[in-house]
């Protein structure tokens, strides 16, 4: 992928990269090679990004273009909007009061390249701040009243910058670009980042599925690295994101899927996947607009709590909007326990769901991703529990039940049309599509937007088929898009 760096003055630069150009901001404009160029990767290190200077127009030119750009358009917008950047850099508040424990006055300014600054003691926080404001060239200042909070962040244009920094913004930006391998000699074509959380007990893909989905993204022709969520800067760098972390929309799962998605990378669970399968209120809506059949269900508020017994039969189910894993799902028994738990639920969300208790020796599961059913499971219930997985179990043995996989083509017709109908409703991305089986009705429960994939379970009649098949989507995915 070449390499256009944008600045006002080139001849200042002497980089050290073979695919690198340097470049003023009216050749990129202007130029005809740069207007219909293909994969490039622009960095954006103009005198400035104000609304309709030439540096703004470049950002929003490269994204028109569908070139990769840093900084975005949504960036330069974030400037705007201090006090929003001050709330997300709560996320590392730990981070900043240790970086400043011993510092003896009240009020630190400095500037940040690529993630880096001239003090090592400051690099852990400059390379947060780049996660959190992707732009090439910021100044963040922190201040200490009760506690030190950042005060501000904005871009630093290069007449700004100190000469003494210009060699360490050359070395920062060098650093940069290489940091993907592009020069392997056994380089593919795309490269794909496959993001995962090491230290999940229960991640939705454990280390055996892990390595194949590994193995089946090499054969596709893809150079893949795995990825932590501390690797949110490096998404730039990437053609693909496969994400293999339990998700959701209050996470960072999210916000990788949403600037993956704005950088224009193919991504499985894409941002509008997490956000439908997420919230049990929204599909529950979703699935009885579209008429499939799900338990009898209400959605509650604190003002209609009292209509439950009367349209539900104890036990039943109470659910918390976002639970997953079996967590924040209650078997209500009695009117007590229901105004208790319902108590607690309140607390988290305004809505939550009461849902008909169908007792059932398993639930079924349907693995699709785009369209296609690519595998078809049995879960049965925990140990004298009503749930697949019992977190109360003092065994960890008896925690999970057990698990039959069986042939798509011998699995009930009527369960995948429902569930591929289901699924339809969310997307093309990769689902697992939660029903059960009452008189040989198939009743949807949930649609989950990363189901989980373990070797010698989900892979089971497949094998190695199923990563590889999708590995095809997501190859497919990329040359659509491109």
């Keep these: 992928m070449l390499k256009l760096i944008v600045v006002d003055k080139p001849k200042h630069w002497n980089l050290r990269l073979d695919d690198v150009e340097v470049i003023t901001p009216g050749q990129y404009i202007t130029q005809e090679a740069y207007q219909s160029g293909k994969n490039l990767k622009v960095l954006n290190l103009c005198k400035s990004y104000q609304y309709q200077s030439e540096g703004y127009y470049v950002s929003l030119l490269a994204e028109a273009r569908g070139h990769k750009v840093l900084p975005e358009v949504s960036t330069i917008q974030d400037f705007r909007y201090p006090s929003i950047l001050r709330d997300d850099s709560l996320e590392f508040d730990d ?109 939705p893909s454990d280390d055996r599925a892990l390595k194949r989905f590994y193995k089946a993204s090499l054969e596709a022709g893809f150079n893949t690295e795995f990825i932590t969520k501390n690797d949110f800067d490096k998404l730039i760098q990437y053609d693909a994101l496969l994400i293999r972390e339990t998700t959701n929309v209050n996470h960072h799962t999210f916000r990788f899927a949403k600037k993956a998605e704005a950088l224009g990378l193919a991504v499985i669970d894409d941002p509008e996947s997490i956000s439908k399968c997420s919230n049990k209120v929204y599909l529950h809506e979703l699935l009885n607009a579209n008429k499939i059949l799900t338990p009898h269900s209400l959605v509650l508020t604190e003002e209609n709590c009292s209509q439950v017994p009367g349209k539900l039969n104890f036990p039943f189910i109470l659910k918390q909007p976002d639970g997953a894993f079996s967590k924040g799902v209650v078997k209500i028994h009695t009117a007590e326990e229901f105004e208790k738990v ?33 595998f078809v499971c049995k879960y049965f219930m925990a140990t004298k529990h009503w749930q697949i997985v019992n977190w109360s179990a003092k065994k960890e043995t008896s925690r999970d039940g057990s698990v039959e996989c069986v042939a798509v083509d011998q699995a009930p017709a009527g369960l995948l049309k429902t569930a591929l109908k289901a699924a339809s409703l969310i997307g093309k991305g990769l689902y697992g599509v939660d029903m059960k089986e009452v008189e040989g009705k198939f009743y949807v429960i949930e649609v989950n937007d990363n189901p989980n994939i373990d070797a010698g379970i989900e892979d089971k009649i497949l094998k190695d088929k199923l990563y590889d098949q999708i590995m095809e989507v997501m190859m497919t995915k990329i040359r659509s898009a491109k």
């Design 342 to 374: 319902r108590e607690s639920m309140f607390e988290k969300s305004d809505l939550i769901i009461a849902q008909e208790f169908l007792p059932t020796p398993f639930d079924w599961r349907v693995g699709i991703i785009d369209g296609q059913v690519i």
């Design 95 to 203: 981070l900043i009061q240790a970086t400043f424990r011993n510092e003896p006055y009240d009020k630190v300014e400095f500037n940040v390249y690529f993630g880096q600054t001239q003090s090592e003691h400051l690099n852990k926080l400059a390379l947060q701040l780049f996660q959190l404001i992707q732009a090439p060239l910021v100044r963040a200042s922190f201040s200490k009243k009760t506690k030190w909070v950042l005060q501000g962040i904005r871009p630093v244009s290069l007449n700004e910058m100190p000469d003494s920094d210009q060699p360490l913004l050359e070395s920062a930006l060098e650093k940069y670009l290489l940091r993907k391998r592009d020069y392997r000699t056994d380089k593919k074509k795309y490269d794909l980042a496959i993001l995962i959380n090491p230290e999940d007990p229960n991640p």
